[in-house]
């Protein structure tokens, strides 16, 4: 390797050492708890750095991987070993938020305009100034929102990454037959395409193995979401849906690893449950966040919203995706349910892709089995869709007998609105809600 | 500058622009023929045509605010959007018989949602269009047309058979013929009509019967051809954006003393730069293919940037253009996008880019007209 390619590679890296560094402080935090809690966060955070690891070694050894989505049918990266990331995962992570304020402000600078989805300009804004290393291939994401397909068309055309190829599944609006067995196909394609940037192969009988894995996590998946129904619920924001999509939906899709962890969740929930055991502060309000959790507030608000008010968010959108089980017959069963997956029930693609019923139909459900007690919309500026929603959920709130509040936030900004606006807009809700503060 | 033939047709064109229901629409209306709308240009406005039907393209001229419209979208929905679903709440869309909505969008598509829980309008059907130009996605639109067709035929008991689909796609080309002629007038150093004047005329093709358009247009074009022309222009420009329907839009950038000759919207070029292959056997087919493959993509069809950018670089050329304005309604991600990369793609070809964002309802005219005026000056005209 070249100085210059030694320099270029470094720079690639830069983000991603400095997310591992601060999840390892993280990790030597939690390793002062002996709670099986903390074993439990601990292990995600371990994996999440694990996840780095990787792709950082392919980088660095010129291994092919490839940058994709949870939307993807992972389980099909799983069966075919291809090395696969979720470029945009930093923002995600929240733990980068010493860089994301300057790096949001230098998305500007490049003339994207502000009131587009700030996750998406920040993966422009990787690509653009090297700061993420690049794949033998691009999956883009052309489906739930607008910001998606335009920003992967950007990517593709951008200086650093013009010449990764590019596929994009085409994803139809509707949730029938005739759409799943268009993306099927569609997935056909994908498949085509991963052996083209990476040379590996799919082997359906390895598929049909990964499945049924994946089949196990979702089953555990699905008991952990029955238990978080009791009353109080078991776990509080520490523990529950981040860290379940994040094993069964990315780290370990169809993964033995996912099924092990999940196995120690529902225990630990069922202990809890039977316990009577709760949140610490004592659970007074049940709360669903109909959206990606406040991951850029999460050290402010998430305490704040536990010991002022008693609220514990029991469910929100990243959790409560009711999957079917992977039908393993066959390719063609197998590529179907993974289609119908991907679709519409995978998190946020499920609420925001199709038609307003779908998430309309979700609210009504978890209000019902949560018994939850407000609805909160945090109104995420990159969600358009959402935002063209809140008459619909306001209305949908009013019928089911809850509150509900729109608040309108940028997650991934907190000078959008700030932390004492936040707190001082849930404050004047839940005290016109009726509810008594702790 | 403005035009300087005194047609009695360009003015019924600039009338029809300024309202909703304009008076040949009543008229058919009074005789019981119905009034299809469609939010987007890929609605295949000819299957309403066939269907005996008149296709009506939902613009939200003459809005007076978003005071309904705010219960149901945010404020950081697109204002043609809270605009247009404001008007459809406060009743000025009772007139439609059906309404066509398409993913297009993320703020529109959820119009469809508000619209069908709200306003009763007797059909509103919403279309799946592809966001990729493969052959598979020609023939998933194929279908998605085709239960379109079924739904206007269950809803209003009529028959549309490809005899009447083919006359349909006849009568939609010849628009598209005169108005690519009307477009040519534009090529000349002194063209005869306005950017703005222009735009008139486009949009009343989405207003008005296309049997009584179509005649009206050609006699405008024979007034056009013998008209001096408008006079010299300091600059030549193109507009390229989102929705844009509102001729005063153009006005205010025209005040300046640039002319638009030519522009990439889905009032104007886009929908009829290309046409519908008259010869296919399935009429359907050919409408598939025309909307999906062969028409000028809108910024949210993945994959088709570099053939977008070929069409504005080719109309810089074709009409002599010296500078590119690109308008977008604040909020629509779409065009936050596309303007992006047409940026690296114009500067790399040398021609001048003026990114203006805006709001539906014109506002701010002055700043606009600043803009435009240091836009211009900027290319030391």
């Not at chain 1, 070694?57 to 291994?63: F, H, K, L, P, S």
């Not at chain 1, 009131?115 to 291939?137: H, N």
């Not at chain 1, 209000?367 to 609805?375: E, G, P, Q």
């Not at chain 2, 936050?336 to 309802?361: C, F, H, T, V, W």
């Amino acid at each position: 390797m070249s100085k210059v390619e030694k320099a270029r590679l470094d720079n690639q890296l830069e983000r991603l050492k400095g997310d591992k560094a601060l999840l390892q402080a993280f990790v030597d935090m939690l390793a002062i708890d002996n709670s099986e809690e903390a074993d439990l966060n601990r292990f995600v955070l371990q994996t999440v750095m694990n996840k780095y690891d990787e792709i950082m070694n392919c980088a660095e050894n010129d291994i092919p991987f490839i940058a994709a989505y949870f939307a993807n049918c992972p389980e099909i990266f799983t069966a075919m070993d291809v090395p696969w990331w979720i470029f945009l995962q930093t923002p995600f992570l929240g733990v980068s938020s010493p860089f994301l304020a300057a790096d949001t402000d230098e998305t500007a600078k490049m003339g994207w305009a502000t009131d587009f989805c700030t996750v998406l300009r920040l993966a422009m804004f990787y690509v653009e100034k090297d700061l993420t290393p690049k794949p033998a291939g691009l999956i883009a994401l052309l489906h739930p929102c607008d910001g998606t397909v335009v920003v992967h068309q950007a990517i593709s055309k951008s200086k650093q990454w013009h010449d990764v190829p590019v596929f994009g599944a085409d994803s139809p609006y509707w949730d029938d037959e005739r759409s799943f067995k268009y993306y099927a196909e569609e997935t056909d394609r994908m498949v085509e395409f991963v052996t083209k940037c990476t040379g590996k192969t799919l082997d359906i009988n390895k598929l049909r193995e990964v499945c049924k894995i994946s089949n196990q996590t979702y089953a555990l998946w699905a008991e952990y979401n029955e238990l978080r129904k009791a009353v109080p619920c078991p776990h509080d924001w520490t523990m529950g849906p981040p860290q379940c999509f994040a094993l069964a939906c990315y780290y370990y899709p169809g993964k033995i690893e996912a099924v092990n962890w999940f196995k120690m969740l529902v225990g630990n929930a069922e202990k809890r449950v039977k316990a009577g055991t709760g949140m610490a502060a004592g659970e007074q309000i049940r709360a669903l966040w109909f959206d990606i959790l406040p991951i850029m507030w999460q050290f402010d608000l998430s305490p704040w919203l536990e010991q002022e008010w008693g609220v514990n968010i029991v469910m929100n959108m990243f959790g409560y995706t009711p999957y079917e089980p992977i039908d393993t017959t066959s390719k063609e069963t197998m590529f179907h349910d993974l289609a119908k997956r991907s679709l519409c029930q995978v998190p946020m693609i499920r609420q925001a892709r199709g038609v307003a019923d779908n998430f309309l139909g979700d609210i009504e459900r978890i209000v019902k089995d949560y018994k939850i007690d407000c609805v909160i919309w945090p109104g995420h500026m990159g969600h358009k869709d959402g935002n063209a929603s809140i008459g619909m959920m306001r209305e949908k709130c009013r019928d089911l007998g809850v509150p509900f509040l729109y608040i309108g936030l940028d997650l991934f900004d907190k000078r959008y609105t700030s932390i004492d606006d936040l707190k001082n807009k849930l404050s004047t809700f839940f005290e016109a809600s009726g509810f008594k503060h702790k | 500058m403005e035009t300087k033939t005194k047609s009695r047709v360009l003015q019924e064109f600039q009338e029809v622009t300024k309202t909703i229901m304009n008076p040949a629409l009543k008229k058919e209306k009074d005789k019981g023929t119905k009034v299809i709308g469609y939010f987007c240009s890929y609605g295949p406005a000819e299957i309403i045509t066939a269907a005996g039907m008149i296709p009506f393209r939902i613009r939200a001229v003459g809005s007076t605010g978003t005071d309904l419209s705010d219960a149901y979208l945010s404020s950081i929905n697109c204002s043609f959007c809270r605009n247009a679903l404001n008007m459809g709440l406060a009743g000025d869309y009772d007139f439609l018989d059906g309404l066509i909505v398409l993913n297009n969008c993320d703020h529109v598509r959820r119009i469809y949602d508000n619209w069908r829980r709200k306003i009763k309008t007797p059909l509103v059907q919403m279309m799946s269009l592809p966001k990729k130009i493969t052959d598979p996605s020609i023939q998933w639109y194929y279908d998605e047309i085709n239960i379109l067709k079924k739904a206007i035929e269950d809803k209003f008991n009529v028959k549309i058979t490809d005899d009447k689909v083919r006359e349909a796609i006849k009568l939609h080309n010849e628009t598209r013929r005169l108005q690519r002629k009307l477009y040519d007038l534009r090529k000349k150093d002194n063209p005869p009509i306005t950017g703005a004047d222009t735009l008139a005329v486009t949009v009343a093709a989405t207003a008005l019967p296309l049997k009584q358009y179509n005649p009206m247009l050609k006699e405008l074009i024979d007034d056009l051809s013998k008209s001096e022309g408008v006079g010299k222009a300091k600059a030549r420009l193109l507009v390229i954006g989102g929705v844009l329907d509102d001729p005063e839009f153009i006005k205010v950038i025209e005040s300046t003393g640039g002319l638009v000759v030519t522009d990439v919207l889905c009032f104007g070029t886009k929908d009829f730069r290309a046409e519908i292959n008259e010869k296919m056997k399935d009429p359907i087919a050919a409408l598939a293919k025309y909307y999906i493959a062969d028409r000028p993509s809108c910024p949210r069809m993945f994959g088709d940037q570099p053939r977008r950018a070929q069409l504005v670089k080719d109309l810089v050329k074709e009409f002599k253009v010296d500078g590119v304005i690109g308008e977008r309604i604040v909020f629509c991600d779409i065009w936050a996008g596309e303007i992006y990369m047409l940026d690296d793609d114009l500067k790399e070809a040398g021609i001048p880019l003026l990114k203006l964002d805006r709001e539906y309802i014109m506002a701010g005219a002055g700043q606009v007209r600043t803009r435009i005026q240091a836009f211009i000056e900027s290319m030391g005209r």
